[in-house]
């Protein structure tokens, strides 16, 4: 599985961004792709994910209310609309993606077996 990711930028703050990834090969079985980001200087972190069956959406209390991930099953990708950015949010973010990732592991980095290139996103204040 190989995995593009697109959509980054430069955004005031309060503005919005959405991202996408796009996956080649299968997304059978217990398939999920995830979002991550990562700010200078500091650790990878989760931000949100969505299970291929069913849709499940997990977030990061820090994306809650404000980002969205869904996915389009036709085309195999999976979306992150973020709304009302903050300077905050300034960050690489990565989309990653497993074929038989569970449940609990799924706010787990080290759970995915497929990365995407990541993509700027920068929030101005």
């Known amino acids: 599985v190989q995995l593009q990711a697109s959509g980054g930028g430069l955004v005031q703050a309060g503005g919005s961004l959405r991202l996408s990834c796009a996956a080649s090969?299968?997304?059978?079985?217990?398939?999920?792709m995830g979002w991550f980001r990562q700010a200078p200087g500091k650790e990878r972190e989760f931000v949100a994910a969505i299970r291929w069956r069913g849709g499940s959406t997990h977030y990061a209390d820090s994306a809650k209310g404000r980002f969205t991930i869904s996915r389009d099953n036709a085309k195999k990708t999976a979306y992150l609309q973020m709304n009302s950015l903050k300077p905050e949010d300034t960050a690489v973010y990565y989309c990653?993606?497993?074929?038989?990732?569970?449940?609990?592991?799924?706010?787990?980095?080290?759970?995915?077996?497929?990365w995407g290139h990541g993509t700027q996103v920068t929030v101005s204040s």
């Open positions: 090969g299968s997304t059978a079985g217990s398939y999920a």
């Open positions: 990653a993606a497993d074929d038989a990732i569970i449940l609990s592991s799924l706010r787990m980095g080290s759970a995915y077996k497929y």
